[in-house]
């Protein structure tokens, strides 16, 4: 069956330090992936995808994840969190004839002045 | 246009009201789901249209009815709904193939 992990409930970081949120999925072929953040009470916005090609993709607002087939893993990173940053993060996986989003948990991030 | 728009932002209802949820898209997408989300958790499908057509219902109750218009428009009428499906309700839209899903603000909805 087609799943998402996001380890990580809460994470803590400081504004300047660099961030990684893990992600793993399972899913029989090649995956469709993506990463949303969401802030209190709004929709979700796409950060970045990773449908084929380069595994390191580059998405909005400095941050960019790798696609690590081996892993099952999809991590996002960005090298300088800023407070603005501090929101849900959450990554998913497009399963199904229709494109359905199976998603993970979330990971909330905080970030300290 | 790249947004996906959903009204009211806020709703709240008595358990014996019927009300309707609305949601646009003008980017020409084929296929428009609706969410549900909870606090602290993630959205969960509720169903799918593609091409107008109801392709996917989540096993959603009855209380909820969905309806799309036309290709840009998408309703979810809501009647007799219980303290329990207060929540955001989230609308998307995706163009269709290897795309991502657009989503709108949602619609914080309060049931009394």
């Known amino acids: 069956a087609q799943s998402v992990t996001q380890p990580d409930i809460h994470i803590t970081v400081s504004e300047g330090a660099s961030l990684e949120l893990r992600c793993n999925y399972s899913y029989g072929a090649t995956p469709y992936l993506f990463w949303y953040v969401q802030s209190p009470g709004q929709g979700l916005q796409l950060l970045l995808k990773y449908f084929s090609g380069d595994t390191l993709v580059q998405g909005i607002k400095g941050f960019e994840a790798e696609f690590k087939r081996s892993q099952s893993s999809f991590n996002l990173r960005k090298p300088s969190v800023h407070w603005s940053d501090a929101a849900e993060y959450f990554c998913?996986?497009?399963?199904?004839?229709?494109?359905?989003?199976?998603f993970g948990k979330g990971t909330k991030l905080s970030v300290k002045p | 246009d790249t947004e996906v728009t959903q009204t009211p932002k806020h709703l709240v209802m008595g358990m014996t009201n019927k009300k309707s949820l609305k949601c646009e898209q003008h980017?020409?997408?084929?296929?428009m789901y609706w969410y549900k989300q909870k606090a602290k958790k993630p959205p969960e499908l509720m169903f799918v249209?593609?091409?107008?057509?109801?392709?996917i219902n989540e096993s959603v109750p009855s209380r909820f009815s969905p309806e799309c218009p036309n290709s840009s428009l998408l309703n979810l009428h809501l009647h007799a709904l219980q303290p329990e499906d207060s929540a955001l309700y989230l609308c998307a839209s995706r163009q269709g193939g290897a795309n991502e899903q657009f989503f709108g603000p949602g619609t914080r909805l309060t049931v009394l």
């Open positions: 980017m020409g997408h084929r296929a």
């Open positions: 249209y593609s091409y107008e057509k109801l392709s």
């Open positions: 998913a996986v497009a399963g199904g004839s229709q494109g359905n989003l199976i």
